[in-house]
Each structure stands twice: as structure tokens, then as C-alpha cells.
């Protein structure tokens, strides 16, 4: 299974959009683009995920660009309980392969 | 619909002793994934049990071990406990009709270990 490359931290004001971004340039076909987040202490929340399409639920909106090497999660409005490590996950079944995430920080 | 359960959520041991951790996932969910989280090594991936059968495993030594009941309830256990086994370890439960992990997994809190 590919793996994920994310920076490691991201500040967010509260009421603006939070863009975390994701490079998965070695993604094959068959891979989906998994979404995570864990809150401190917490199990890992499930957000979004997608295959090629742009995908959009009452949490997130997940852009992936054409050639699929990169996406984004677009949280449209954080608030200080959107503050939590974010998990960019490429897989196509045999292994969630959960990388080191972005901690990202809503500032009030 | 009752999320994914583990218990106990907070356990202690020593060295050399062994442990069993369990998990109750959702309703329906046949597949069940284990994970150990450290500081030091984030997330990784332990092993997947579908159907009474682990189906995948991840790079963990043979200490670690782990069994599937038929109503889909999941055990790990580790035996001759190390300090660096210290971890919360997440319990994953998810549908897998066609197996594997393009089905959205539900974890639960996870059990703290400490290893004394």
C-alpha cells in the first residue's frame, strides 16, 4: 500500500476554513483516500474518503486532484473541537497504514 | 446503534506476566482490526480477523495473538509482557462485505496498557 506525507503541524483560526493537505504520489488505482482524526486519548474518528471524486459529507469536503497524488480535507468552518491529529490513509484493503498525521490546532 | 466497546479500558502489568484485552464491535460488523499506539511509533497495525479467520497481519512479533468469536466479538492477548509494550491498544470494527479495509472502520477508546 502507498504511503501518506503530511506536515506535521497546522494552526486554524475558529470560523475559517481548515485545509489539510496530503501527498500520496504513489498511489495506484485500486487505493482509496481514507480521512482520520483522533482527538487526544481518543479512538480515531472516521471523517471521509474517496476514489477519484470529489467527496463531501456533513464533516468534511475531500479534493482530490486529477492524477490522485495529492488531496486535501477541507474542515469549512473549524471550531476549538476540530482541534486534533489528522490521518491521511491510502489503502486498498490489506493494511491501514496510519502515518504521523497533522496535528492541527484551532486558535480561538 | 451501540459503537464499538473495549474493555478493560485501563489495565496494569508487570513483566513477563500476560495479558488479554477484548473488543465487542458494532452490530453486524464482521471484520475486526487491532492497533497499538505509541508515542514513539504512532498508530500500527497488529492484525484483522474476519469470520473467525485473521486475514491479515501486521509486522508484530508472535507474542502477539488474537482470536474472533462467531458472534464477531475480538480478543488479543500478549504474553510475557515487555516495557515497551506499554500502549493504548484500539480495537477497529467495520461491514467488510468484500474484506479488507475500503470499509470505513469504527474504533473504539481503546484499552491503556502499562507495563511495569
Known amino acids: 500500500d502507498a504511503k501518506t506525507t503530511q506536515p506535521p503541524s497546522m494552526d486554524c483560526a475558529e470560523g475559517r476554513a481548515a485545509n489539510l493537505p496530503c501527498n500520496h504520489s504513489?498511489?495506484?488505482?485500486?487505493?482509496?483516500v481514507y480521512w482520520y482524526r483522533q482527538i487526544h486519548s481518543q479512538g480515531p474518528q472516521y471523517i471521509i474518503h474517496g476514489l477519484k471524486n470529489n467527496e463531501t459529507n456533513e464533516m468534511a469536503s475531500l479534493i482530490i486532484t486529477e492524477d490522485r497524488k495529492s488531496s486535501t480535507l477541507i474542515l469549512p468552518h473549524a471550531t476549538l473541537r476540530d482541534t486534533a491529529v489528522y490521518y491521511c490513509i491510502v489503502t486498498t484493503g490489506n493494511q491501514f497504514y496510519f502515518g504521523t498525521g497533522t496535528s492541527l490546532t484551532v486558535i480561538p | 446503534k451501540a459503537g464499538v466497546t473495549q474493555t478493560p479500558r485501563y489495565l496494569i502489568k508487570t513483566r513477563g506476566q500476560q495479558v488479554t484485552l477484548s473488543c465487542s464491535p458494532i452490530?453486524?460488523?464482521?471484520?475486526v482490526s487491532w492497533y497499538q499506539q505509541t508515542p514513539g511509533q504512532g498508530l500500527q497495525f497488529l492484525f484483522e480477523y474476519f469470520s473467525e479467520t485473521q486475514r491479515n497481519k501486521g509486522n508484530f512479533p508472535g507474542r502477539f495473538s488474537g482470536r474472533q468469536f462467531s458472534n464477531s466479538r475480538s480478543e488479543m492477548n500478549v504474553s510475557t509482557l515487555e516495557l515497551g509494550d506499554s500502549a493504548l491498544y484500539l480495537c477497529?470494527?467495520?461491514?467488510?462485505?468484500?474484506?479488507?479495509?475500503?470499509?470505513?472502520?469504527?474504533f473504539g477508546p481503546g484499552t491503556r496498557l502499562t507495563v511495569l
Open positions: 452490530s453486524g460488523h464482521r471484520s
Open positions: 504513489t498511489i495506484s488505482g485500486n487505493e482509496y
Open positions: 477497529a470494527s467495520s461491514f467488510s462485505v468484500r474484506g479488507g479495509f475500503t470499509d470505513t472502520q469504527y
